[in-house]
């Protein structure tokens, strides 16, 4: 019985446009966004604008098959491993600062 209110509860109440392959999903409370990576390469990025209305911010491209984003949540720089670079094998980390509502990525 709690299931089935939970579910009738949490129905989508809206769809946003994600970038292809979506599988991991970050949170950064202060800045309130939401971070979508995935395999198509790009991170979607979505403002929380009340706690029932997002806005999207972009979609940044990263490297390929990017499926891991950590969040410092002092800093607000996004952290992502990479494991391809134009097509070939890398071990890499990668770091992205919030500049206003877009990213760029930062020297390591």
Known sequence: ???????ARSAPRNALPLAAGPDVIKFDPGLRRIYVAGYSGAISVFHQ????????????RVQHAVHTVAVDLKTHRLYT??????????????????IGEHYVQRAV
């Open 81 to 98: 491993p990479e494991q391809e670079g134009d097509g070939k094998p890398v071990a890499r980390m990668m770091v992205y600062e919030a």
């Open 49 to 60: 604008d009340d706690a029932y209305h997002y806005s999207k911010l972009e979609d940044f």
């Open 1 to 7: 019985m709690f299931r089935a209110r939970l579910q």
